[in-house]
Nanobody
Framework: VQLQASGGGLVQAGGSLRLSCADTGRTFRTYAMGWFRQAPGKEREFVAAINWSGSSTYYADSVKGRFTIFRDDAKNTVYLQMNSLKPEDTAVYYC??????????????????WGQGTLVTVSS
């Protein structure tokens, strides 16, 4: 599994961005996928996760109703659609892949592989 995140950038508050995370491996569809973020001076925090089939998702309370995680197995890619962005969403966003599907997918310890991160900056 090799994950490549992209799509970050600078956006005004209230705007939207879509992050992508592509896997160059052959086993993408067997993994649950997650997005985490880390703001300057803060710990990495869970954002969203989706199971291997796309039938189940988890979201952090802070992004519920604004962010949507979805996957396209034909493209070996997981997406994070971010709407109604706020300055507090500013962070480096990381995608991750892991086996199984439990509440552990809300924790960074629940993942085996990580992408390199993409910076999202939301201006007020």
């Amino acid at each position: 599994v090799q994950l490549q995140a992209s799509g970050g950038g600078l956006v005004q508050a209230g705007g939207s961005l879509r992050l992508s995370c592509a896997d160059t491996g052959r086993t993408f569809r067997t993994y649950a996928m997650g997005w985490f973020r880390q703001a300057p001076g803060k710990e990495r925090e869970f954002v969203a996760a989706i199971n291997w089939s796309g039938s189940s998702t988890y979201y952090a309370d802070s992004v519920k109703g604004r962010f949507t995680i979805f996957r396209d197995d034909a493209k070996n890619t997981v997406y994070l659609q971010m709407n109604s962005l706020k300055p507090e969403d500013t962070a480096v966003y990381y995608c991750a892949a892991g086996t199984g599907w439990t509440s552990s997918k809300k924790e960074f310890q629940g993942y085996d592989y990580w992408g390199q991160g993409t910076l999202v900056t939301v201006s007020s």
